[in-house]
């Protein structure tokens, strides 16, 4: 029955702020809002394929979140560039600062971590077309492009 995650939502202490960042900054397609209620809401993937909620809550209500947008492998070889263009810092899954992108070997999947203005954890994140390797745990990305003859 299940085929995706359709829709997701976080709260926002400041609904402009946040449109600005994921409108303008992410790209996001305005889907519909209601600035009355505080909320606004964004086509992911285009129309009709996903949507990200946001709803402007007091500081109180604002719990750090997580989630992570699905891009391609050949975007996924600009993203760094591409956010801090943007003035957001990247940073891999072990928050080491070496400035490399790590495989997680179990999926497997390349990744890139950064925050929105209320400090929610962003990801975006590529399958990789190789078979899993849980077995090797997280490798930074050249490594697991030289031992599949990439590099």
């Given amino acids: 029955m299940i085929k995706g995650i359709f829709e997701t939502h976080l709260n926002v202490t400041d609904l402009e702020r946040s449109q600005h960042f994921y409108e303008q900054i992410m790209g996001l397609e305005h889907a519909y809002g209601q600035p009355e209620r505080g909320n606004s809401f964004y086509w992911v993937g285009g129309r009709g394929n996903a949507m990200l909620g946001i709803w402007q809550k007091e500081p109180d209500k604002v719990q750090r979140q997580h989630f992570a947008f699905h891009v391609s492998l050949e975007d996924m070889k600009q993203a760094v560039p ?11 899954f072990l928050d080491d600062d070496i400035g490399e992108l790590y495989v997680f070997g179990w999926m497997p999947a390349v990744s890139v971590y950064f925050t929105d203005p209320d400090g929610h954890s962003l990801e975006f994140i590529s399958m990789l077309p190789d078979e899993a390797k849980s077995e090797l745990g997280m490798v930074p990305w050249s490594t697991w492009e030289r031992m599949h003859g990439r590099m």
């Fill in 82 to 92: 591409y956010l801090e263009a943007k003035g957001i810092a990247a940073r891999n």
